[in-house]
Structures are given as structure tokens and as C-alpha cells.
């Protein structure tokens, strides 16, 4: 009973926390405080938290490594995308289109996941993350020789060009190759986007202090050992996966709905941005949500706010992927670090002592 | 005569992965690891070749040789400072300090060269062959790549074969704890594992950035992933199956790069690692390992 108070503290405090951001966004936004600027990096900002939480859940939660959720996230971006454009006429309202291009974001997103995961997660540690870089290469190279168009005739689709499509006078070019899709309604706003966060961390949370979360849990620790006491290892695995996957979707969707156009381009969606996310993710601590938030939130507003440091951003990210791995997982400094708790626990108790 | 010209280019392609896929199979083989900075080890040994050739210019081969020694000294210190500490720890944890490294190496190159491609001299002078009438040509690039990948592959194989830190090697890739009783000093192995691949990363990059001359901070990073497919292809672990790997994934990207579609010849070549590592996970000539429990 108690432990379960504990974790709704817990993660009452991880929801507050995201409240609290909100409100101070909200009142700096109305007072006229906040720099263009920063306004701009609202709607980024929910995205990367919703997209590291995600990539939590696989790599800290479930204990592989995805070098693709950047995949997954174009695949969320493009399909939602594409819907708010075909649906462009049949559906006026842009919040409804929204809303709903987010739904099938999220499961188009997770259907991928599904179909990667099936074969994919027979596969242990460094394939796996060497086959899920390999999928977001190929997601992103598909999607940039693809074109899509729509006439009355229905849909056309090709690999060469537009003018290949073969469209009739009431034809419209959807998918632009290269060029992505242009003209989609700046639907994204920062509300939605915490809306959104809240709803991932409701989703990840309840996950993880459920039956189901123990059993990914003790397939992180212990394949073996979970396998042997009767857990289906591919259904949890899978199911981990597909939920990560999904949610990386819907930051895709919001992406989407935040630029009027989406291109495919390295940049955005590319093995630096899913390398981008690990980051967030390794920084704020394996398996620990709340921490992948703050980093999220740290990692992206820092570099905003020291402009001068731009320059050296990614090597920062470099040096702290490497510095915080030797710290936290070297066999010699977990060791030092319990000698040093221990020294700490010794001088404490002694001081107690001599104030008693 | 046109496919005739593809595939050989194609062998060349496959042979500088061949000798980039060494350098990953040697370590994975031996330390268990992925070394995902590998293929930025390449771009150093590119760097460090343009600057002193056509900056300071130098004779090509002074800028080979300095590739050479620097990319050893390179890659024994990244192995001594950033993975050495986590000898024992979770693979993940080595898996992503190798991400941070290679990333780390691309930012510096970055800073220090910029982002704009840089045109690479070719370091090979070697005239080109004409075949069939002036119907099939081959240059001098491609041949000296094909052959300086043949004479590696056979000097690696006698240098493991033959001599005793090839044996030391060969134990400490089966078992540790056994080589270290046997007075194989493994921390030395390893880092010698990771001198030999890092020298053959700047050969590497010498080949690759001769033919394809233009060069960034981006340029190894690529070519480092395809090269780790065509080691898991061959079987990783295996010397023969990395140079059998790197061969066709280079006439497979080349041929699907002519017939099919350039833009697509990436997606081609990774569901070609998928393929294989669903129907074959250990590869052509990987042995199958048993898990323990």
C-alpha cells in the first residue's frame, strides 16, 4: 500500500512539474516577457519531451537500443500530414483534422513499429540498434522519391517526378518527393503540445507501475529469468516497442502541424535527431521519466539562451554522452561512487551522534 | 560491356568496405563491441591526408603515412580513455559511448574544417586501363583499391595465423578469462585489435576519399555504417566473411545504383542487412553461438 502511495506522489510531482512549465510559459506569454524567439521553441520543446519519454520506454524501460525513432517519427509526420491535406476539403475544421490526423499518426507509427518489431526483436543489442538506424534510413530515403497526387480519377503515386503522375486538370500534388509536403494549417499550438505531454506521460506511467511494465521490466534484467517463469517475451517486447513507436508518431503529427512544410531532410528526421533523443534520454537517466523531461527541456532551452555556445552544442552533447556513460555504467566508478555514499552515510552519522 | 564496368566498380566499392568491415570485425570479435566511431576514423585519416597534401604539400605518400600513424594513435586512445573503463559494463552503456564518440569526432572535424565539402586530391597515380577497343575502361583508383585490399586481407590473415599476438588475438576472441590464465596480457590485445583496425580505417580513407573526392565532416560516417552491414553479412567476427561481405554489398549498391535507382541504392543496401539478419543471423561464415545461461 504504501509503495503504491509513493509512486503517485511520484508521479504526481512529474505531472505538476509539467504543469507548472506550462503556467510560467503562460504567464511570461501574457505579460509580454517571453522573446519571440523562445515562443517559437514551445511547440519543439513538447515535441522533443514527448519524443524522449517514448524513446525512454524502449531504451530504458525495455533495455534496447532504437537508433530509429526518428524513423518513426517521420512516418507519424507524413502520414498525419497527408491526411490534414487530403481531407483538406471533406473536413473545414482544422482543430477536428488535427485531432484526428494525430490518432492516425500515432497508429500508422505504430503500426511500423509492429511490423519492424516482429522480425527485429529476435535480435539482441547491437543489431538491433544497427537494423532500427537502418530502417529510419530507409523510411527517409523512401519518402524522398516518393510522389503522391490526387485527382478525380482517385490517387496516383510514382518513384520519378510529378510530371510522371499523370494527373488530370483537377489533379493536386500531395507528396513532392524531396520537397515533402507544403501547405500544411499551423495547427500546433504550445497547449495542444502539453496536452500532449501530459497525455504520454499518463500513458508511459500507468505503463510502467502496471503487471505489464514489471513483466518488460524483468525482460530487461533478466531475459532468461523472465522467460523461464512463463513471461512472452516477444508479446512485451513488441508491445513496448509499438507503444514507443506510436507516441513517437504523434511528436511527428505536432512537428508536422508546426511548419507549413515537412521535407524528409537529414536534419529533421535523420539518425543525428534520433541521436538527438538518446541524448535527452541517456542524460536524464535511463528508465527515469521525470529526468528525461527535465533534460528535454534543459538541453534544448541551453543553447538557445547561450547563444555563443550554438557553435559548440553537438560536441557538448558528445562529451556528456560519453563522460555520463563512463560515470554511470563503468564497473570502477560505480565502485567509487558507492565508497563515496558510504564515507558521506559515515560522516552523517557521526555528526548526528555528536549533536545527540 | 556497360554491366562489365559497373561490377568492377562495384568490387572496388566493396573492397574499401572490405577493409573497413575488417577493422569492425576484428573488434567486435575480439572486445565485444561495436565500435560505431570506426567509420569517423576514416574521415580523420581523409582530413589528415588532405592537409598534408594540399595544404602543406607534401608527397602523397608522407600524407598516407601520417594518416596512418595518426589514426593508430587515434584509435588506442579512444580505446584506452572511453571504452577501456567500461570493460564489464552493460552493452548498451559501450554501444552508446561509442555513439558519443564518433559524434564527438565528427563536431571536432566539424570546427575545425567547417561543413563545406573539401576537394580531395586523389593520393593514386596510376594510369587507367583501356579494354575491348576503349569499350571498358578501368582506372587506376579502382585497381589499386581491389589490389591493396587483396594484399591486407592476406597479410592480416598470415599476421593472426602466424604470428604470436595473432594467436594471443585469436584467444582472447574466444575466451577471456582462458587467454588471461594463459599469460595473454588482454588489455594489450585489445588495444593492438584496435592500432591494426584504426590503421586500416586510414587506408580506407586514402581509397575512399580518392575516389569519391570530396570530403566532410560527414564523410566516414556513411561508409562506417554500410561497412558494419557487410560484416554482419559475412558473419561478423570472421576475416574471410568480412572481405566475401564487403564485396558484394559494393557490387549490390552499385548495380542496384545502375538499374534501379540511385536515390533508393541506401534503403536497398540496409534491407539487405535486414534480410540476412533475419533469414542468417550470424551471417555467411559466422559461427552460431550457443547462449549459456
New interface residues.
Partial sequence: MKSKNKILVQNSITYGLVILCWILAEVLIRTGNMSSLMKGLLVPLCIYVILAVSLNLT?GIL?E?S?GHAGFMCVGAFSGAFFTKVMETVIPSVGLRFFLALLIGAAVAGIFGILIGI??L??K???L???T???G??IK??I??MYVGKDSTGFHFS?KDTLSLGLDESGVVLIKGAQGITGTPKAATFTIGVLLVLLTLFIVLNLINSRTGRAIMSIRDNR?AAESIGINITKYKLMAFAISAALAGVAGVLYAHNLSSLAATPKSFG?NMS?MI?VFV?LGG?GNIRGSIIAAVVLTMLPELLRGLN??R??I??????VM??F??????IEMRAVFMEKLRKNRKSTTKEAA | MSFLSYLINGISLGSIYAIIALGYTMVYGIARMLNFAHGDIIMVGGFVIFTVVSTLSLPPALGILAAVVLCTILGVVIERVAYKPLRGASSLAVLITAIGVSYLLQNVALLIFGSNARQFTSVVNVPGLKLADGALTISGVTMVTIVTCIVIMAALTQFINRTKVGQAMLAVSEDKGAATLMGIDVNRTIAITFAIGSALAAVAGALLCSTYPSLTPYTGSMPGIKAFVAAVFGGIGSIPGAFIGGVLLGVIENLSKAYISSQLSDAIVFSVLIVVLLVRPTGILGKKIMEKV
Fill in positions: 531504451v533495455g537500443l537508433l522480425p527485429v529476435r535480435l543489442g547491437d543489431y540498434a544497427i537494423v538506424l537502418a530502417f534510413e530507409i530515403n523512401l524522398n522519391v518513384t532468461i539518425y541521436i538518446l541517456v535511463l557553435d559548440y553537438m560536441l552533447y558528445a562529451v556528456v554522452l560519453i556513460m563512463i554511470n555504467s563503468s564497473p570502477k566508478a
